[in-house]
């Protein structure tokens, strides 16, 4: 009786832990940049169909991150959807990007350090931080990279791994085409009149 009391602890304690080493926190930024500056709104930036980005004019440049948000996920996500609208053709686009699967090791790969070189010309170095940065290209191709700073420049090293890329498709959002729809009721009401 006592031994099946033992084993039974045991069971709860290991599968206790077996939980907690699965759902491990993981902290990141999302950021969002464009390769043209004040060209693309990003209207949807969705992940995994349940955690929406605040998302809105995004500026240069191509993995830059500039505009970041902290949501404080739970978990690094299996797919990104993305909706911006390019006003130099006038045109909303969409695409959904499928992220690895171990996204979570790519993270954890990343080097722990970013060396930074200060105007005198002096290095110091910095821990990481996880930013998963997805950018608008000219071609309006949508691209996500996981990187362990913000944004570089020729005085900050730093890793960038691209997970995917994917070219932007073309579409009328609902909130266009109902808008429409309101608008040929007015006009048909107006003219029965």
């Known amino acids: 009786m006592a031994l099946k009391r033992i084993l039974g602890c045991?069971?709860?304690i290991l599968s206790s832990l077996s939980m907690m080493s699965c759902s491990e926190p993981v902290d990141y930024t999302f950021g969002f940049s464009a390769e043209?500056?004040?060209?693309?709104?990003?209207?949807?930036?969705?992940?995994?169909?349940y955690m929406n980005v605040p998302a809105g004019v995004i500026g240069c440049c191509l993995a830059s991150g500039g505009a970041s948000a902290s949501m404080f996920?739970?978990?690094?996500?299996?797919?990104?959807?993305?909706?911006?609208?390019?006003?130099?053709?006038?045109?909303?686009?969409?695409?959904?990007?499928?992220?690895?699967?171990?996204i979570k090791s790519i993270?954890?790969?990343?080097?722990?350090?970013?060396l930074v070189r200060?105007?005198?010309?002096?290095?110091?170095?910095?821990?990481?931080?996880?930013?998963?940065?997805?950018s608008i290209t000219s071609n309006n191709e949508v691209v996500s990279w996981l990187s362990n700073a913000k944004m570089a420049s020729d005085?900050?090293?730093?890793?960038?791994?691209?997970?995917?890329?994917?070219?932007?498709e073309p579409f009328v959002p609902e909130f266009i085409k109902e808008r429409r729809r309101k608008k040929a009721l007015q006009v048909q009401?107006?003219?029965?009149n």
């Open 73 to 102: 996920p739970e978990k690094y996500p299996k797919k990104g959807y993305f909706v911006w609208f390019d006003k130099s053709v006038n045109t909303y686009f969409h695409a959904t990007l499928n992220y690895p699967k171990d």
């Open 155 to 168: 005085n900050i090293t730093r890793d960038l791994v691209e997970l995917d890329k994917a070219k932007g």
């Open 107 to 114: 993270a954890d790969n990343l080097n722990d350090f970013i």
């Open 118 to 134: 200060d105007y005198t010309g002096e290095n110091s170095e910095h821990p990481k931080r996880v930013y998963l940065i997805t």
């Open 10 to 12: 045991l069971v709860i």
């Open 189 to 192: 009401e107006q003219s029965d």
């Open 36 to 49: 043209e500056s004040n060209r693309f709104l990003l209207v949807t930036a969705k992940y995994d169909d």
